[in-house]
């Protein structure tokens, strides 16, 4: 029997915020609903935002007028870097500073509350939609505008089969971006204490997206989970280890698909090494300014595109490779390739350094590594999802640091009142 409190688990809480976040997430990784979705989230999440403009101060003027200056500069410097696709991220840049300025009041547990909210939007969906495949699979049909998946009512959607399941999207256009989710609200979820029940379906519907990023992230969630229960739940802590250990299959068939990724065997894993090689390639050509966020066309421009691609994958190349993110897929040195060493290297520290997460620094940095992973198989990171993270370092930095201050010197109090 059901228990009263189980569908309160799974209970959606919409807000303004969260509303917000969930369009930054559709904006930034979500299934394309209509043209130009991206660049008309700009001006509806900065209206939604627009409280934010009211806490502008000098330091954000200032600090918004380097990172422009510094994108205009790679403008200047790099042909490839096109003028729609610069002033799109500009507006990026403008709408993930504005929606965290808007939070300056609220303050970020408000905005962790409905980071949090929006994942859980997420993850509901997912299930659901999941559920209605395996009951009705003759109702989801191919999706238009030639998506490699299939849809119930243009809402849920599930793509290409493996170990005859269809693997869950969710509402984001590829498993390994509904993964990345799933993970980040299982990472929030058990820092929250929440039910074992709830944690084990979310864990049911990471593995149904058959993702190996989704399995890696998993793995590190798990590590996350024995840390922060050992002390207070030792007993099933260790229960939980002893299962593990007795599901040597499972992990044997994740362990398989991971190990048949990273060797190259299957395409995915070889589209993997075709990023890596390209990448590297286009840092050291220009590693310290980058070449600006270039197209499909600048990278086959390339000679040593096609000779990597021609390696690897034999003859008609260009058909196996999509054009997600210009062609390029490796959102980790994406990043490297448009901005240069330098600026990628201070972004990815304060991406380390952000406001979004707090606790030890093992949760630091596993929720890093996390992230980083997926982003070696994702073009994520030329999205406002991504920028919110390390533009909240310094935002809210002095925030941070008051808020340690004061909580140090009531501790102080306690303690000094303790001995009276």
Sequence with gaps: ????????EFSIKLSPGVLTVFLIIIQSCGVNFFEK???????VILLLSKEGFKFLKKSDIRNLGLIFAFLTASKMVNPSFEIPIYLFQMGLVLESYIFLLSYKEKGMDQLKDDFYGALNIIFVQAVIGYILYLIIPFAFVKAEKGYP????????????????LARNNGLVWEPGL?????????FYSIKRDRSNTFLLILTITIISTFSTSGYFCLALNYILYVFYNFRTRKRFVVTL???TALSSSVLLFMWQNISDKLSGDNLSGLARYRDLYIGFELIKEKPFFGHGVYDVTYLYSKPYVTKIEVALFGGDIIDIIGT???????????????????ASLALYFLFFKNKLVDGKLYQ????FTMMCFTFFAEPITYTSFFLIFPFSTFIYWYE???????QSEDEQDIDNYSYV
Excluded: C, H
Aim: no cysteine; hydrophobic share 55%; aromatic share 20%.
């Design 241 to 243: 280890l002893v299962l």
């Design 400 to 406: 941070t640091k008051e808020e340690e201050l004061t």
């Design 149 to 164: 998946y299939i849809s119930l009512l243009y809402f849920f959607f599930v793509s290409g089969e493996y170990a005859g």
């Design 324 to 342: 997600v993110s210009g062609g390029y897929v490796n959102g980790f040195l994406g990043v490297f390739t448009w901005f240069g060493i330098p």
């Design 178 to 186: 509904l993964q990345l989710m799933l993970n980040m609200l299982l």
């Design 37 to 43: 979705q991206g660049a008309i989230l700009v001006f």
């Design 1 to 8: 029997m059901i228990r009263k409190d189980f569908f309160k």
């Design 364 to 367: 630091r940095i596993l929720f």
